[in-house]
């Protein structure tokens, strides 16, 4: 089945430092990933995507991502955090017409 | 360029009467999904439409729930005799290709409240 998990609930980072927020995925077929934010009571905000290429994928916000398919992972990153970026993020596998997504992993950037 | 529309924002009702919320995908945009976020947990496929068509209603639940997306106008999700089960947040995306390849653009979400 295909299925994607978050195994982190929450992940607390001061700011200006690294952050990693952690994803792996299951799926038959080539995988093509998207991770998004959402902040409260908005909607998802795209971040970025991997359909294929280099396994270092550049979104918005200064945010990126590596795609490692022997680990099946797509973990998020940021070189330095800011306090603006604490929000709920949802990493997602495209599977068919659909958006399978993980539970998230709320990120607070502490000052 | 507007994006994704959804209204209304917030829907309150009591349990055995109707709910309808409205998605107004992005300009150009022909491919309608919806999504349910329960509390605490990530979004959940629905149904997937496209104009005057639903493509695939796999993740509706059996009863009580419909969709349709007509030539003209907004998408609609309808719930027939709600349920506090139901309280959940509504989200509607859009895309312009039904392709693999392409993000989906989000609206802001219907919070439906039931009593």
Redesign the interface.
Known sequence: AQSVAQPEDQVNVAEGNPLTVKCTYSVSGNPYLFWYVQYPNRGLQFLLKYITGDNLVKGSYGFEAEFNKSQTSFHLKKPSALVSDSALYFCAVRYTDKLIFGTGTRLQVFP | NAG?M?NPRHLVRRRGQEARLRCSPMKGHSHV?W?RQLPE?????MV?LQKENI??E??MPKERFSAEFPKEGPSILRIQQVVRGDSAAY?C?SSGR?S??N???????T?LTVL
Do not use: H
């Open positions: 994704v959804q999904y999504y947990e990530g979004l959940k496929f997937y493509i695939d796999s993740g989200f995306a039904d693999l390849y993000e989906q653009f989000f609206g802001p979400g919070r």
